[in-house]
Structures are given as structure tokens and as C-alpha cells.
T-cell receptor
Framework: NAGVTQTPKFQVLKTGQSMTLQCAQDMNHEYMSWYRQDPGMGLRLIHYSVGAGITDQGEVPNGYNVSRSTTEDFPLRLLSAAPSQTSVYFC???????????????FGNGTRLTVT | GNSVTQMEGPVTLSEEAFLTINCTYTATGYPSLFWYVQYPGEGLQLLLKATKADDKGSNKGFEATYRKETTSFHLEKGSVQVSDSAVYFCALSDLGSYKLIFGSGTRLLVRP
């Protein structure tokens, strides 16, 4: 049972480079999201999707793009990396609206990104 | 806006000690409340939840009671183990919201 799979686990980029963080889930969840985790700031929502073809911004969307062409995949794109994007990124999915009690978020193991 | 405040860590305890991690929230409406746990090198996992005032969530010996009058959801465990060492996150969501709002996390270290 794979759950939510994120790749890569670690990545180092130079300022200005681009890359895509991959996220896939095999639970047929409609809702998927990306969070970043920074020391002392908890997790902050970057973008989310409530189904294939539908995406929306979270609280810190600048510098990131997303798309949702299939139910399973929700990649996060950094078009021009900046040192401020150094963080740990988590993808999470849920069968329904995450605030509902019977539909918790399922998290991947994270991608640690360093931008120099 | 909605927010969650957790006690600063790290919290260091000896095995079998009593644990309390404080969590208070600010929200409009009637949010659902959650505790998530993050073990080293892993993503977050749901530990327990509560959906209305006076509800008590419990799992793996951990408990938390939804206190609307004090806007709190403190996490407790009567006797911690070394294996409980992790980072604990309090979170809330308004019913029907598309996102969870997380606190900053509290690191727990349990020594043998």
C-alpha cells in the first residue's frame, strides 16, 4: 500500500533553476495539496486541488505552479528557484474535504529542497 | 483569520512521565480540531481528532478534549515512551474548508 509518494527525497538547486516535485497517490483521493514546512512556522499551504482539472491557491502560492491532469498526480513546479524556497515540501491527499472528521489528510514523506 | 498556537519546544521528558502539549486556537464558526504526529524522516500522520465542543479524541494512549470556552485542545498522555519522540502538530479546519491550518509544531524528546 503505497499511499502518497513524493520524489525526489532531496534536491539541491542553484538560484534561477527550475524543477518539478512529483506527487502521486493511489487511494483515488479527489483532494490533493502541497505544504511547505519551515522551522518555527509549521506547515503552510501552497496550492491545492479538489479534482482533476481544478486547482487553487493556498496562503503562499507565489513562485510555484501546479496542475492536475489526472486524479493520481499533482506535481509542483518551481519556475525560477530562490533561496527563500529552501524548505521541506509535503504533498497530502484526502478522500473528501480535509476538514471533515472522517477524511484526514494523508501525507507523503517529504522532499527536502535547498536553493543556493 | 483562523490560527493555531502551540507551546514552544522542545519538550524533554523521562520515560513514563506525564505529557501535556498546549494548543489554543482562534477561529470563526465551529472548527474541527486535530493532532498530527511526525516521526523523524516521515510525513505527518493523524493522531486524533474532535469535531465539536467537549468531544475527547484519543489514540495510542494520547487524549485531547475540545474546550470551546477556553479555545483549547491540549494533548496529554499519562506515561510517555521513548518511541513517542516526535514532532506534534495541532491543526484546525472550519467545516467545509479546503485546508487545515497548522500550528508551528512541538518537538517531544523522551529519554530512557
Amino acid at each position: 500500500n503505497a499511499g502518497v509518494t513524493q520524489t525526489p527525497k532531496f534536491q539541491v538547486l542553484k538560484t534561477g533553476q527550475s524543477m518539478t516535485l512529483q506527487c502521486a497517490q493511489d487511494m483515488n483521493h479527489e483532494y490533493m495539496s502541497w505544504y511547505r514546512q519551515d522551522p518555527g512556522m509549521g506547515l503552510r499551504l501552497i496550492h491545492y486541488s479538489v479534482g482533476a482539472g481544478i486547482t487553487d491557491q493556498g496562503e503562499v502560492p507565489n513562485g510555484y505552479n501546479v496542475s492536475r491532469s489526472t486524479t493520481e498526480d499533482f506535481p509542483l513546479r518551481l519556475l525560477s528557484a530562490a533561496p527563500s524556497q529552501t524548505s521541506v515540501y509535503f504533498c497530502a491527499s484526502s478522500g473528501k474535504i480535509p476538514g471533515q472528521a472522517n477524511s484526514p489528510l494523508h501525507f507523503g514523506n517529504g522532499t527536502r529542497l535547498t536553493v543556493t | 483569520g483562523n490560527s493555531v498556537t502551540q507551546m514552544e519546544g522542545p519538550v524533554t521528558l523521562s520515560e513514563e512521565a506525564f505529557l501535556t502539549i498546549n494548543c489554543t486556537y482562534t477561529a470563526t464558526g465551529y472548527p474541527s480540531l486535530f493532532w498530527y504526529v511526525q516521526y523523524p524522516g516521515e510525513g505527518l500522520q493523524l493522531l486524533l481528532k474532535a469535531t465539536k465542543a467537549d468531544d475527547k479524541g484519543s489514540n495510542k494512549g494520547f487524549e485531547a478534549t475540545y474546550r470551546k470556552e477556553t479555545t483549547s485542545f491540549h494533548l496529554e498522555k499519562g506515561s510517555v515512551q521513548v518511541s513517542d519522540s516526535a514532532v506534534y502538530f495541532c491543526a484546525l479546519s472550519d467545516l467545509g474548508s479546503y485546508k487545515l491550518i497548522f500550528g508551528s509544531g512541538t518537538r517531544l524528546l523522551v529519554r530512557p
